[in-house]
């Protein structure tokens, strides 16, 4: 792995100063605005427009469950923080997957990117396709659900348009994001002005203390715990940003700034929406609701109800685009690191986009949308997923120790790491307890990695014909595709010199 990777770099130099062209790189192409626009389009989905009656109905009050929103938003700026340190101090694309990988070793940074590769990003980007495709159908079909193979390929033609969007300039989809995240946060503050109004006309019972802690079913320990795992689920996508830091401009200041700024935003947007919904309907309305926004819009806005089943196709759609641009270069960053095929590390000649890791990332997602077991996958790795949060957040403090001296543009202080960590087992533990199966099963597809791992990664004398015909793929894959391997970064410039040399 490490000879391969210094062929590349040897021959990403040039013999001359003198004879230096324009090396072919990922672009520095987001700005601080659309860093937000990556963070706030990933973290706000559907579910604030479609479900966020899981807090509610767990939480057993109104009162309560505002305050579960209110502390999750508070323990995911505080997660965002540790984030934002590991950033800075490893400033490489690929997010949790190359700290992880750096802190605690190959195969630990391997399974979180198995398990990525695996389900959660085709899963979940199946799912919001297949939302998408849902709302935008409505309209048509007002009295029933539309058909199931319309829905198919309605969420199969929104990837691929997507794909080819983001294949062909990170400008055009850094624009798309910004767009349709400005459209889905004006349709929330439609929802919220909505709300004021309506406490202007004094329909703000539930909101009344002696209302808002009144509960619709006994309080319990165990749904409260689970309130806060769902509150914690809605706010997943805070960590985005971090996969791409590569291609952020001036990452050590709007990596940071993107995190502290978009964060609390989410926050602010998702209390006061539950606020709103809560002025024109009782708990037992928002229960039974399979779509609170388009209830509300009902309920509100008259012949324009249409607005919010069209706000979440947009939302939808945004979420979508957001969730390939970053997914991808995730699985960009693996194949630059041997763990994946060296193919998805190459990036067009011309436009400079991981265009093989984007084909990868569509051709998965749509494998995904071929079968009915989208939700029981997503349920499984779940808990993984979280897991993985708390593994990182661990490593910054294992970092702290290991490497005490090296350069850090932000340095938090260690008690937020702890704070983080004491939350994080506290869920981890709940969620053992409460979906033993469930979480099993999860662990048990994340280590189905290992041997993955030992065969194709840690195994590097492998038959030749095996690699030869590795070579050939990667050639055609490199034709048909018009990519290469990008040049390394200024940072290891020196480094690359003395090895070409």
């Not at 539930?206 to 806060?228: C, N, S, T, V």
């Not at 069209?310 to 939302?315: K, M, T």
């Not at 997923?385 to 661990?394: D, I, K, P, S």
Request: hydrophobic letters at 50%.
């Amino acid at each position: 792995m490490s000879s391969s990777g210094a062929r590349r770099r040897a021959a990403s130099v040039p013999d001359s100063d003198t004879d230096r062209e324009p090396a072919v790189a990922l672009k520095k192409e987001i700005g601080l605005l659309s860093a937000c626009g990556i963070i706030v389009g990933n973290i706000i989905g559907s579910g604030i427009f479609v479900s966020p009656k899981g807090v509610l109905e767990n939480a057993s009050s109104v009162g309560l469950a505002l305050i579960v929103w209110i502390l999750t938003g508070v323990i995911t700026a505080i997660s965002a923080l540790c984030y934002a340190e590991l950033g800075v101090t490893i400033p490489k694309s690929g997010g949790d997957y190359s700290y992880v990988k750096d802190i605690f070793g190959g195969l630990a940074g391997f399974l979180r990117l198995w398990i990525a590769v695996l389900v959660i990003y085709p899963t979940n980007q199946a799912v919001i396709a297949l939302t998408f495709a849902n709302y935008a159908l409505q309209p048509l079909f007002p009295s029933c659900f539309p058909p199931e193979r319309a829905l198919g390929l309605l969420a199969a033609v929104c990837l691929l348009l997507l794909t080819w969007i983001n294949c062909f300039s990170v400008r055009w989809a850094t624009r798309v994001q910004d767009v349709f995240t400005t459209g889905k946060l004006l349709a929330l503050c439609l929802i919220i002005i909505m709300g004021i109004v309506q406490i202007c006309k004094g329909h703000f019972y539930w909101l009344e203390p002696e209302h808002a802690f009144q509960p619709f079913q006994p309080y319990d320990m165990g749904r409260i715990a689970l309130a806060i795992l769902q509150g914690s689920f809605a706010y997943a996508g805070w960590n985005f940003l971090n996969y791409v830091t590569e291609e952020l401009i001036d990452p050590y200041r709007n990596l940071p700034r993107a995190i502290f700024i978009s964060v609390p935003l989410v926050t602010f947007v998702y209390v006061f929406a539950n606020i709103a919904y809560v002025t024109a309907m009782s708990p037992q309305e928002l229960l039974a609701s399979n779509a609170v926004a388009v209830t509300f819009g009902e309920k509100l806005l008259g012949v324009m109800s249409w607005i919010m089943p069209i706000s979440v196709a947009l939302s939808t759609f945004g979420g979508v685009n957001g969730s390939l641009f970053t997914s991808s270069r995730l699985f960009f960053a693996g194949a630059r690191e041997g763990h994946l095929p060296r193919l998805l590390a190459m990036i067009h000649v011309n436009r400079c986009t991981p265009i093989p890791a984007l084909l990868f990332t569509c051709l998965s997602t749509l494998l995904m949308l071929c079968t009915s077991d989208i939700y029981t996958l997503i349920n499984y790795v779940g808990f993984i997923n979280y897991l993985f949060y708390g593994v990182t957040v661990a490593g910054q403090i294992v970092l702290r120790i290991k490497e005490p001296d090296i350069h850090r543009p932000i340095k938090v202080s260690l008690a937020w790491p702890v704070i983080f960590l004491i939350f994080w087992a506290f869920l981890l533990i709940f969620s053992l307890y409460s979906e033993p199966l469930v979480c099993g099963i999860g662990l048990a597809i994340m280590l189905s990695g290992v041997p993955v791992y030992l065969c194709g990664v840690y195994w590097e004398n492998k038959p030749k014909s095996f690699s030869s015909f590795v070579a050939k793929v990667t050639h055609l894959g490199q034709k048909l595709c018009m990519v290469v391997y990008p040049a390394e970064e200024d940072r290891d410039g020196n480094e690359d010199k003395e090895e070409a040399g």
